[in-house]
């Protein structure tokens, strides 16, 4: 049942992306939503897009795989696609096509509803490319790592890191547990798939009491063994895989130097996202 | 009911890096009045193949059919099969969840049986309470977390056997038991056996439990069943299962001893048994063939 959450879960394989540095894979998804929501017309986003197929391609993860973690969110997708088609209103009296009670929909809507859902699908399929070819616990390093400038406020890096990656360690222990605690209740007769949306979430009830316990549980145990293993923080800590910055993360980022040139130079040339209708209308 | 699986395959996460083959092809038959055991290593299938009869898991290959449900067929009316096919899981009292130990009980009765009142269900509810060992006055109105886990367990046993299943089946029931709770638990086991509960399947690690209980068992290995027979023949194997890296009976363990001596002893493996065959012994069998 939850086992096709594809969302962060890392995609085993031996690939120029995988091998990269997480701090380089970290900074590379930021720059790269930095470049979704600076594109403002679709010659931009032809660009993002772009520069997604060739990290896919080079990080040897089935299109397959990429694509079904949109599956989580293609709800909020189409719910918010809808309500821009619905309310967005246009300066331009002209290009309104349906008018009818709260409702206006123009060319513009149809355009900006376009538009917002290859945002959301480019922004969730580039993020899920770094959680595919990036181990949970290389993924907290980087982080770690990049966050060290704020040491000097004293802000706590480490024991941030650690419960970062307690948290991801701790995702599928707790979603095995799930996958046993309702099969045990479905044992005993309990119905998840049928009934309104009250009766599904009472129905829950039975699963995440026993869940909830067994965290608790669990975070005890973890807490005494690190105990036992004189765990104190960060101070004086090595690593057993230090990072480190290489030819591949150079690249990397001389590819997505271009992309956000390459993003910037078509908005200037092209103009806004509506510009478009001018060619049609 | 009568338990029939042919070729029965199982895939966990299909088409992924992570694909693993927990069944490859199961063929077994369960009768009607049988105290089954299963034996096999961690990931040798066994788990699955027990969530298979409780339609947890869907046939995805193959045919398992139970009494009259055709458990491949998707028009298999699953909820009342379950009603008559009890699954106690590995440490069932991870499932506990309700405010009292009645409510907890009866939880399973009310999604099987809603035609019955308040005073048929607390009835059913106590007899089940009762069944397993616990004093009805003492426990009901109790937290189930407030219990001893030996309580918890026999509460978390006592909501399953509930709605009288016909086959009941348990994931390792004794797992972190004392000795002497482990005794309890099977004579409970015996006690039900042969009444509303027809059949009884228990999946376990340990041998001695399978040799002291089981009317006939299975050997499970890498999705298949190697092994099937009386405990009595499987364990007279003790060779292939030592091979297959299980363990065997300390009643074997003592006949293998003894016949690497010469001397050679015919038993079923349980305790009574063996220590007759022993006795009797005694007088002739006793000295050692090379003397």
Redesign the interface.
């Known amino acids: 049942m939850m086992?096709d959450v594809t969302f962060g879960q890392y995609?085993?394989?031996k690939s120029f992306v995988h091998s990269m540095d997480p701090r380089a894979k970290i900074v590379l998804s930021i720059a790269y939503i930095v470049a979704i929501f600076l594109a403002n017309n679709f010659f931009g986003l032809a660009a993002v897009t772009l520069f997604l197929v060739i990290a896919v391609a080079f990080s040897r993860v089935p299109a397959g795989?990429v694509l079904r973690s949109v599956k989580m969110i293609l709800f909020v997708i189409v719910f918010t696609a809808v309500l821009n088609l619905f309310f967005y209103s246009s300066s331009d009296e002209l290009h309104v096509l349906v008018k009818w009670w709260v409702i206006t929909i123009s060319w513009e809507s149809i355009i900006n509803m376009i538009f917002l859902a290859m945002r959301l699908f480019l922004l969730v399929l580039g993020t899920s490319v770094l959680t595919l070819t990036t181990t949970p616990v290389a993924l907290t390093d980087g982080i770690e790592s990049l966050l060290t400038p704020l040491k000097w406020i004293r802000f706590p890096v480490h024991e941030l890191a650690l419960i970062m990656s307690i948290a991801l360690r701790f995702i599928p222990t707790l979603i095995d547990e799930t996958n046993?605690?309702v099969?045990?209740?479905?044992?005993?007769?309990?119905?998840f798939e049928t009934g309104g949306l009250i009766k599904r979430a009472k129905a829950m009830?039975?699963?995440l009491?026993?869940l909830l316990?067994?965290a608790f549980r669990r975070a005890e145990d973890l807490g005494d063994a690190m105990d036992a293993r004189c765990y104190s923080g960060s101070k004086g800590r090595t690593k057993y895989k230090k990072l480190t910055f290489g030819w591949r993360d150079a690249i990397g980022l001389l590819l997505l130097a271009g992309l956000i040139t390459g993003v910037v130079f078509l908005n200037i040339y092209f103009g806004g996202k509506f510009a478009i209708l001018n060619y049609f209308l | 009911m009568r338990i029939v699986a042919k070729g029965l395959k199982y895939v966990y996460n299909p088409k992924s890096p992570f694909a693993s083959t927990a069944l490859d092809g199961v063929d077994i038959e369960i009768k009607e009045g049988e105290f089954f055991g299963i034996i096999g290593h961690t990931g040798s299938g066994k788990s699955t193949f027990v969530q298979h009869l409780n339609a947890l898991l869907k046939v995805s290959e193959g045919y398992l059919k139970i009494g009259e449900y055709d458990l491949a067929e998707k028009k298999c009316n699953f909820l009342e099969l379950r009603s008559k096919v009890g699954m106690v899981f590995q440490y069932p009292e991870y499932q506990l969840f309700a405010e009292t130990v009645e409510k907890d009980v009866a939880f399973g009765l009310k999604n099987f049986r809603k035609e019955l009142n308040e005073e048929e269900t607390r009835a059913a509810v106590k007899e089940a309470l009762e069944t397993v060992g616990l004093d009805w006055n003492a426990v009901k109105d109790a937290s189930p977390f407030e219990l001893s886990g030996g309580q918890k367990r026999r509460v978390a046993i006592a909501g399953v056997i509930v709605t009288k299943p016909e086959i009941l089946i348990l994931d390792e029931p004794a797992a972190g038991l004392d000795p002497l709770g482990k005794k309890e638990l099977m004579e409970l086991l015996h006690s039900i056996h042969g009444g509303w509960c027809k059949t009884i399947v228990i999946v376990s690690h340990d041998m001695d439990e399978i040799a002291e209980n089981c009317t006939r068992a299975a050997v499970f290995s890498a999705g298949k069943v190697v092994m099937e027979g009386k405990p009595s023949e499987i364990f007279s194997r003790a060779d292939e299962l030592l091979s297959l890296g299980l363990d065997i009976p300390v009643t074997a363990k003592c006949a293998r001893i003894l016949q690497s001596r010469g001397i050679k002893i015919g038993t079923d493996f349980t305790c009574d048994d063996f220590v007759k065959q022993v006795l009797a012994l005694r007088g002739k069998g006793g000295e050692r063939d090379d003397e």
Do not use: D
């Open positions: 086992n995609y085993p394989a795989s046993r605690i099969s045990a209740q479905k044992a005993r007769g309990a119905n009830i039975p699963v009491v026993p316990v067994s």
